[in-house]
């Protein structure tokens, strides 16, 4: 009797199992078919891969228009081991931080992801390894590095530094970021950050190059994003992540904020906190309205490239 209840239970919970699998089978064909009609065009940027939505809005122009490239090798969230993320880099990753707009942390924190963000104005790839020597000891899971708009023209020194930085993370995933090419030298540091990705497995591209030669994501000194191509970049950083393997977001405090070296590529500082300390993951888009209100709103009104604030790529550095 034991005997046939048991085998009673299992026919019924594989019965249960069947029965959830064709359920999910029918919402993610839904929620597909939905999210390209509805959510992309309403500007929320929809993680391939998962049913995660950020909450970023991208201005309608670029939700319509913006084409994000596959990532080189696997989303982060698919081996890290844990949800901590250390994001570091110069000021273009410091203007979406918590004292600025903070759509970094908007962005990752649905995803599941313990979000600090280090970065600095006119930081050189070597700050990677300052912050390193200062925080890995923090206990960190994964990583985004998005250092090389400052470059001085050693490619040896660059990828000396660059691999230090990835060698020092490993085992850690690493999701690195290509530079924009405003100036042909550029060249030289994406090829560094390609040949140092295919020298170390646990590191992935995301190819900003191609996203920000798109119209509208950058100012008009072709380095710094605009305010929706802050939106962007938060939103590609999204889909190299991926959701994290614990979906409990939460924004964590910065130690290295020092902002004296910026200029007016910088946004404004946030006057009050807009970035809540933790965020419950969105766990499907077919369950969220589209639309501006279910979404937080960005910290600035999106302007055009031409209205955005003007610096010489010569003279102004991130």
């Excluded at 299992?10 to 029965?19: D, E, G, M, T």
């Excluded at 970023?56 to 670029?62: G, K």
């Excluded at 807009?274 to 766990?283: H, M």
């Amino acid at each position: 009797m034991r005997s046939l209840n048991s085998h009673r239970q299992r026919k019924r919970r594989q019965h249960v199992f069947v029965s959830m699998v064709m359920a999910l089978t029918v919402t993610a064909c839904s929620a597909g078919s939905s999210s390209q009609s509805s959510s992309l065009l309403d500007g929320i940027g929809v993680i391939p891969g998962n049913d995660f939505v950020g909450q970023v809005t991208l201005p309608p122009t670029l939700a319509a228009s913006i084409k994000f490239p596959p990532i080189q090798g696997p989303l982060v969230g698919s081996v890290a081991k844990g949800n901590r993320l250390l994001v570091i880099g110069d000021s273009i990753i410091a203007s979406t931080a918590s004292r600025y707009g903070g759509e970094m942390c908007r962005a990752l924190l649905p995803l599941g992801w313990h979000v600090a963000v280090e970065a600095e104005p006119s930081r050189f790839v070597q700050f990677g390894r300052e912050v390193l020597r200062a925080r890995l000891s923090d206990g960190w899971d994964a990583a985004v590095v998005f250092l090389g708009t400052n470059y001085t023209g050693q490619i040896d020194k660059y990828t000396s530094d660059l691999t230090a930085i990835v060698t020092s993370l490993k085992p850690r995933p690493v999701l690195l970021l290509t530079t924009s090419l405003f100036r042909e030298r550029q060249k030289e540091v994406n090829g560094a950050i390609a040949a140092v990705a295919s020298a170390n497995e646990n590191v992935s591209v995301l190819d900003w190059a191609s996203i920000s030669s798109q119209s509208g994501v950058l100012n008009r000194d072709k380095i710094h994003p605009s305010v929706g191509g802050r939106a962007v970049l938060v939103t590609a950083i999204g889909k190299g992540l991926g959701p994290a393997p614990t979906q409990q977001g939460k924004c964590l405090s910065s130690t290295f904020t020092d902002d004296s070296a910026g200029g007016d590529e910088m946004p404004d500082v946030a006057t009050t906190s807009d970035v809540s300390a933790t965020s419950t993951p969105i766990t499907s888009p077919t369950t969220i309205a589209t639309g501006s209100s279910t979404t937080v709103s960005m910290t600035e009104s999106t302007t055009s490239t031409a209205s955005s604030p003007t610096t010489s790529p010569t003279t102004t550095t991130p």
